[in-house]
């Protein structure tokens, strides 16, 4: 289920238009990939899940969220991706996401291979297993 242009375009109203234009641009190339997303507004982001998925970081394949001067295309369990490119940034416990300012930056093959990679990544089996929190706090603060 895709969004209409109208419910789009409502809920990012305050949006700046150029920021606004590359988003769309980005959904479009989004949903060229996606056989069947499940495409719902949330997260202050256009979310794109598995289908039949509920609204879960587990579920979801990416996400479209605008700022003030770029769109950034996040991944929810983006920290088990394989990124050879080395543009995905964050250092939240899962969390991934690649800014894009323009259309003439924007990798479309890198983030192609990211959407197909993030939609056949079971989160099932690791979300949330993958270290207790201590162990994730001894990592992330280099121990």
């Known amino acids: 289920m895709t969004l209409s242009d109208t419910e789009i375009q409502l809920y990012f109203r305050d949006v700046h238009p150029v920021v ?58 983006g920290v088990f991706l394989k990124d050879p490119a080395r543009l995905l940034r964050g250092n939240g416990r899962y969390k991934r996401f690649i800014p894009i300012t323009t259309m003439k930056a924007y990798p479309g093959e890198v983030i192609r291979d990211l959407v197909l990679q993030s939609s056949a990544f079971d989160g099932n089996r690791v979300l949330y297993k993958l270290l207790p929190n201590d162990d994730y706090q001894a990592l992330r603060h280099g121990i």
């Open 20 to 77: 606004f234009a590359v988003m769309l641009e980005i959904r479009e190339h989004l949903l060229s990939v996606l056989p069947d997303p499940q495409e719902q507004l949330r997260w202050s982001a256009i979310a794109f899940d598995k289908p039949h998925a509920k609204a879960s970081v587990k579920d979801n394949i990416c996400y479209l969220r605008p700022r003030s001067k770029c769109v950034e295309i996040g991944f929810g369990l």
